[in-house]
């Protein structure tokens, strides 16, 4: 079965920030590329974050959440992809581990 490549793909670049590109030239993916705060780089078919200093990577995860809402495949270095991050936990989460359950002791916490 053949591997199908991803519709966009964000990154970061030493020179511009956070890049994107598309698989393939198509008016919509650049249309939304510019919705989600892209603008495309001189002389390129690559895309830079318009204003790359301003919370970068909170920016870049906003771009991969809406493009993925957008029903496109995206492949985004792991800064960008929350889907892959831990949320931070509550104290209504359910304990991890017995331990946590039981405290260090072993005896039931009241």
Known sequence: MAETRPHITITSDDRYGVVAATSH?????????????????PDSNHYGLREP?????????????????????????????????????????PPRSAEESFGRTGRQGR
């Open 53 to 93: 200093d301003r919370d970068p990577t909170r920016r870049g995860q906003q771009a991969v959440q809406s493009l993925r809402a957008a029903q496109y495949t995206v492949t985004s270095d792991a800064a960008y992809d929350v889907s892959v991050q831990t949320a931070p936990r509550t104290n209504r989460d």
């Open 25 to 41: 030239e198509s008016h919509v993916a650049d249309h939304m590329l510019r919705r989600v705060g892209f603008e495309r780089l």
